[in-house]
């Protein structure tokens, strides 16, 4: 097992995992699309696994079409971890510039695009990342453009994660689980750009997508620890807080 | 911050003769490690010298004073300004002493002031001593930032020696910042008995209305917060937990 294959297993683990956690609470209803969420993220993590990508890609006709439903699926993970996170740091201006008429045109351009390149392309034979048919403008562009919508609904809300890491009262899960959504907010703005470096990334640049993802898994982890210790915990009127010491 | 450890030493000795670090331990209830680490670092903490100074028998405040760095604790002012004691008696006695004096009965059952322990006892006494711009004499006269000061007293806390020489700087009791504190009771820093109780009776009606009026001012502004918090913690978990 080389270097990229083990981040892989490790982020489809992490995202498996919390996946399957979260099942019997989003059937009692709780928060059933970070749930989908999870599990668009499971798929998109598991087809990115060369043997699992070439096993699904044989089945959708061996064109490569599995690699569009990668796409697909990390859009659509963005989009729900991005109009959530917006929801939950209340961050007003992340909310319209993600689900906003900037939003909606971001993501629906982004998407006709991600098609058409994928059409434009001549990629006859399966092959896992597109690797053999990297000389291909079109290629490239589709490339560009699948790192570049999750880097924008990224960058909108890294502001707000690591504001609401840094918020003193809070508690400790809280902050840890926005802290680390900051952390991978930002690994996908940098996945997005490390490409323009001069360094040689390979395998590396593995290494900075998947703990991205892997970071944002456990930050939503933590965040639901939460969520369900304070609903054991009993909550005392606000008014016994100021003279119990 | 602390007294040094050698110091610590030295004293214990005379006031606990014969003991050691375990026996310390099991009288106070400090733990080892704690009392371990403070003597190994080569500063112990007021509070520790307070708990030996009371499993042994001594007053604390004598106990602190025989430290150097509290060595004018019991020659300065210690009798407590009515504006200090004030400052120690919650809001819920304030207004149980109103409710009691809107009452046309002349009982003399008065509210019960130890029942209520002040949460922000602290932050009352230092406005109550403060001649005005006490925050920036105490900075310069301690090295310590002004908003760190202000970030202990709105969490309820004040560093002893802080404390104290906030006192000296204001000129009242040196012991009234360390009662407010929580680190010495009132008897154990020689304030009167009934004290509190005396200062309440001895405001007019009007005064203590007001006196209500701005604890509660203090105390809405306090839930208000908390009650914000609580409702972005709510939205946050709600969207992502």
């Known amino acids: 097992m080389n270097a990229a294959l083990a981040f892989q297993v490790v982020a489809l683990s992490v995202a498996g995992i919390s996946a399957a956690v979260r099942l019997p609470l989003a059937i009692k209803g709780r928060n059933p699309l970070i749930f989908w969420a999870l599990v668009l993220l499971t798929t998109a993590i598991a087809l990115g696994i060369s043997s699992v990508y070439l096993a699904v890609d044989s089945v959708l006709g061996g064109m490569n079409l599995a690699n569009l439903v990668i796409r697909f ?45 994928f059409c434009l392309a001549d990629m006859p034979v399966s092959s896992p990342g597109l690797r053999d048919y990297g000389e291909q403008l079109p290629v490239g562009l589709y490339g560009i453009l699948a790192r570049a919508y999750p880097a924008y609904i990224a960058a909108c809300l890294i502001a707000p994660a690591f ?49 991205a993802l892997t970071a944002v898994t456990v930050g939503l982890v933590l965040l639901g620890a939460q ?13 016994t807080h100021t003279f119990a010491r | 911050m602390a007294v040094s450890a050698r110091s610590f030493q030295n004293w214990r000795t005379a006031a606990a003769p ?20 403070q003597i190994v670092r080569g500063k112990v903490s007021e509070d520790t010298v307070v708990r030996v100074a009371r499993a042994y028998g001594k007053n604390p405040v004598e106990a602190l004073s025989d430290f150097e760095e509290y060595s004018d604790l019991l020659g300065g002012p210690w009798r407590p300004s009515a504006a200090e004691l004030l400052s120690q008696v919650s809001y819920i006695c304030i207004l149980q002493m109103i409710l009691h004096r809107s009452q046309p009965t002349d009982r003399q059952d008065y509210p019960d002031l130890v029942r209520f ?125």
Do not use: M
């Open chain 1, 73 to 117: 699926a990390l859009y659509g993970f963005v989009l729900i971890i991005g109009i959530k996170s917006a929801a939950a740091f209340r961050a007003a201006g992340a909310a319209a510039l993600i689900r906003g008429p900037i939003g909606i045109c971001v993501l629906a351009s982004v998407a006709v695009l991600t098609v058409v390149f």
């Open chain 1, 163 to 211: 504001a609401s890491a840094a918020h003193r009262r809070r508690p400790l899960l809280i902050r840890l689980g926005s802290g680390l959504l900051g952390i991978g907010l930002v690994g996908s703005v940098l996945y997005a750009i490390q490409d323009l470096t001069p360094l040689d990334v390979d395998p590396w640049d593995h290494f900075v997508p998947y703990s």
């Open chain 1, 227 to 239: 969520r369900t210790t304070s609903k054991r915990k009993t909550k005392n009127a606000p008014l």
């Open chain 2, 18 to 37: 014969g003991e050691s670090n375990a026996d310390l331990c099991r009288r106070t209830g400090i733990k080892r490690s704690t009392l371990g680490q």
């Open chain 2, 117 to 241: 322990p002040h949460a922000n006892a602290i932050r009352s006494w230092f406005e109550a001593v403060d001649p005005g711009d006490l925050r920036q004499r105490l900075s310069a006269a301690t090295g310590v930032a002004p908003q760190n000061i202000s970030a202990q007293l709105l969490a309820g806390r004040l560093a002893p020696e802080l404390a104290v020489e906030a006192a000296r700087l204001a000129g009242v009791s040196l012991t009234g910042g360390l009662v407010a504190t929580g680190l010495i009771t009132s008897d154990e820093a020689g304030w009167p008995q009934d004290g509190q109780l005396a200062a309440l009776r001895a405001l007019s009606d009007s005064e203590l209305v007001f006196l209500a009026r701005d604890r509660l001012d203090g105390v809405g502004k306090q839930i208000r917060k908390f009650e914000h918090d609580q409702e972005n913690e709510l939205l946050l978990l709600e969207n992502l937990g």
